[in-house]
Nanobody
Framework: QVQLMESGGGSVQPGGSLRLSCVVS????????MGWFRQAPGKERERVAW???????MYGDAVQGRFTLSKDNAEMTLFLQMNSLKPEDTARYYC???????????????WGQGTQVTVSS
């Protein structure tokens, strides 16, 4: 059973950077269909960055060009490098995984506890 543990959140000024980490346990390798979501108070959960079933990196429109998704298979860790942060990036960020069904990512159904990111001056 997959377990996910995020870290790396914090407070930063606009224009700053943070790097989130998600340690994956309970499995022997990092599959695709893993990624990051975020949710701000009063807003719906938003998909931020994820690996598609073919391993391609996918990004939400709001973060394209500023955030970079990566992973370290040896360390069983997923990363999200966030640059040029804006106040609207303030949210709780969650690592998530989805099973592969019929050669595509099914619904993301495994979640970490999240890590808070606050961007303000």
């Amino acid at each position: 059973q997959v377990q996910l543990m995020e870290s790396g959140g914090g407070s930063v000024q606009p224009g700053g950077s943070l790097r989130l980490s998600c340690v994956v346990s309970g499995v022997t390798y990092l599959a695709n269909c893993m990624g990051w979501f975020r949710q701000a108070p009063g807003k719906e959960r938003e998909r931020v960055a994820w690996f598609g079933v073919d391993g391609r990196r996918m990004y939400g429109d709001a973060v394209q060009g500023r955030f970079t998704l990566s992973k370290d298979n040896a360390e069983m860790t997923l990363f999200l490098q966030m640059n040029s942060l804006k106040p609207e990036d303030t949210a709780r960020y969650y690592c998530a995984s989805a099973p592969v069904e019929w050669f595509s990512c099914a619904d993301f159904n495994t979640w970490g506890q999240g890590t808070q990111v606050t961007v303000s001056s």
